[in-house]
């Protein structure tokens, strides 16, 4: 039917409606490391209701010669269900202990995820800029502006890092923290 407009389908849900049992920092670690394995860069990533809605660009394949510099990327958008994430998560748990390294975006989402677990946030939007990250979270309603934003920049990336490796360092065995 043409000349008719097309409506949005818009779903509404509280601010007061968080996730407050994800652990981002395990599902953003996994989601990085399917992005690493594709070779994105300049992501956008939004949750959803119902998982992760990515944007990003691929670039191309080393052996695909290409003369121009637009030609080196290609525009990726994919949707990633909870249940997903939940699966690769537990790929990433049965290969802890395996030599594995994260790279940049596994690396980098991981902390970001730890960063919203420990500020409480929920319903994330993150875009990343190259040279850092930028983070929007659903804080508790209680406040005037429910979402906060955050540039977290490549410095406080390791900053992050050194303070997670820290913590682990002092963790005592177990993993259950002394009172």
């Known amino acids: 039917m043409r000349g008719e407009p097309r409506v949005a389908r818009v779903i509404v849900v509280p601010t007061d409606h968080a996730m407050p049992n994800r ?7 996994s989601l990085g490391r399917l992005f690493d394995e594709q070779a994105l860069e300049d992501v956008l990533l939004v949750e959803r209701t119902s998982g ?14 290409v003369d121009e510099p637009r ?4 525009y990726v958008e994919s949707t990633y269900p909870y249940s997903d994430i939940d699966a690769a998560s537990v790929a990433g748990v049965e290969r802890r202990g395996s030599g594995h390294r994260a790279d940049r975006n596994e690396g980098a989402l991981r902390l ?5 677990n420990e500020r409480g946030g929920s319903r994330i939007l993150v875009v990343d800029q190259g040279d850092g990250f930028v983070l929007r979270m659903l804080l508790e309603a209680d406040a005037d502006m429910p979402h906060r934003f955050d540039t977290i920049t490549s410095g406080q990336l390791d900053r992050m ?6 913590a682990r360092r ?3 065995a177990g993993g259950v923290e002394p009172r």
């Open 112 to 116: 970001i995820g730890r960063h919203v």
């Open 161 to 166: 890092r050194e303070q997670a490796l820290e």
């Open 52 to 65: 992760f809605l990515v944007t990003g660009l691929q670039r191309a394949q080393p052996h695909v010669l």
């Open 71 to 74: 030609s080196r990327f290609e």
């Open 23 to 29: 652990d981002y920092e395990e599902a953003l670690r």
């Open 170 to 172: 002092i963790q005592p």
